[in-house]
């Protein structure tokens, strides 16, 4: 069971309100920490157990193209990322959709996950700006359960707009 929320531009908090983390695009120096990032998401997320070296290697193998297009912010060091958000899709008409979002559990309740998508929200609407595009939807969606989650992603100007289930066959 998901929740599927999406920006309220009039609810999206400024920097003075919900300062960046020090938000930063993924290097390629990144991949594998993001890997483990991924693979920490895929259990907290109930899709299985840890995929092993060859569920790794596929989330290393997508995430390196990912890094090398830009759709990938992280906080953290270089080589050490804490924390990931994927812009899954950015669409001039339809907008963008936001995955892939996961703190690192020792760097959890510091509120990153919350700074990090705030960032990333106010980058979108900065840049469709610039592009003479009008303000987006910025969607992403949750586990109903993630109660942390729902708090950070109301706390960045998100509401729920709808549950719904991911069915994964």
């Not at 920490?33 to 569920?55: K, Q, S, Y």
């Not at 979108?124 to 592009?131: D, G, K, M």
Request: net charge positive.
């Amino acid at each position: 069971d998901q929740r599927y929320l999406c920006a309220d531009m009039d609810a999206v908090p400024d920097a003075s309100t919900v300062a960046d983390p020090g938000v930063r695009r993924a290097e390629p120096a990144d991949v594998e920490a993001l890997a483990t990032l991924a693979v920490r998401l895929h259990i907290d997320d109930g899709f299985g157990p840890d995929p092993g070296e060859a569920g790794r290697r596929g989330y290393r193998d997508r995430l390196a193209v990912a890094v090398r297009s830009g759709t990938i912010d992280v906080v953290g060091p270089v080589g050490r990322p804490v924390a990931k958000l994927e812009r899954s899709i950015d669409h001039p008409r339809y907008g963008v959709q936001l995955a892939g979002i996961v703190v690192a559990p020792d760097h959890r309740g510091r509120g990153i996950g919350r700074g990090l998508v705030a960032v990333a929200t106010r980058t979108v609407i900065a840049a469709r700006a610039e592009r003479g595009l009008g303000p987006p939807g910025v969607t992403l969606h949750t586990r109903a359960a993630n109660a942390p989650a729902l708090v950070a992603y109301a706390a960045a100007g998100f509401r729920v707009l709808e549950p719904w289930r991911l069915a994964v066959a």
